[in-house]
């Protein structure tokens, strides 16, 4: 991910925005006048924190607004699928609309034409990494994680699920556990 930062002039900006950086936790490739190439994706309220810091010192950030609302549609997908105990009742795009405070068909034009994939591509991407821990940690089962997940059925999960990974849910719970159990013998 890249980052602009204005008023960067001096080799004596480019060691504070090292400074800052390192301060906040941000791992970086590369920091050259006016711009900063960070190793991984940034969420909404760590950009806040490193503008924030940069101002204090004369320098500020500057962030193309998309970016920061396809950081929110992520941002909103993940606490959909991995931090609230039941998906949203609501229907997935009415549910990001409302978190992102954006209409549906601007989020998914914007989203699709960013990151090169649907935000209904992604929803599924992350909803199969939730069903992989739940799988892995083995308290629940398949049919608990599909109506947690609001799968309509154990077949539609278990058939979404194969597409994705190659594998069905059952061989992938019971090839992780072996593994578990063979790296805890060594």
């Given amino acids: 991910m890249m980052l602009q930062i204005r008023n960067m002039e001096s080799d004596r900006c480019i060691e504070m925005v090292k400074s800052e950086l390192s301060r906040l936790g941000v791992n970086y490739k590369m920091v050259e006048l006016g711009k900063v190439e960070v190793k991984e994706i940034i969420s909404v309220e760590k950009l806040q924190s490193i503008d924030k ?7 500020e950030l500057m962030v193309d607004q998309k970016i920061l609302i396809i950081e929110k549609i992520k941002d909103a997908v993940h606490q959909m699928i991995h931090i609230s105990d039941e998906i949203s009742k609501l229907n997935f795009s009415e549910y990001i609309s409302k978190k992102v405070n954006h209409n549906y068909p601007y989020l998914s034009n914007l989203f699709s034409g960013t990151q090169g994939i649907t935000i209904e ?29 609001q799968y309509s059925s154990v077949a539609h999960l278990s058939n979404q699920f194969k597409k994705i990974t190659g594998l069905t849910p059952s061989f992938f719970r019971q090839f992780r556990n072996n593994k578990r159990r063979k790296s805890k013998n060594v």
């Fill in 53 to 59: 810091a940069l101002r204090s010192s004369g320098l």
């Fill in 121 to 149: 591509k992604y929803l599924i991407l992350q909803k199969i990494e939730r069903v992989k821990e739940l799988l892995v940690y083995g308290e629940f089962s398949l049919s608990d994680i599909a109506y947690k997940l």
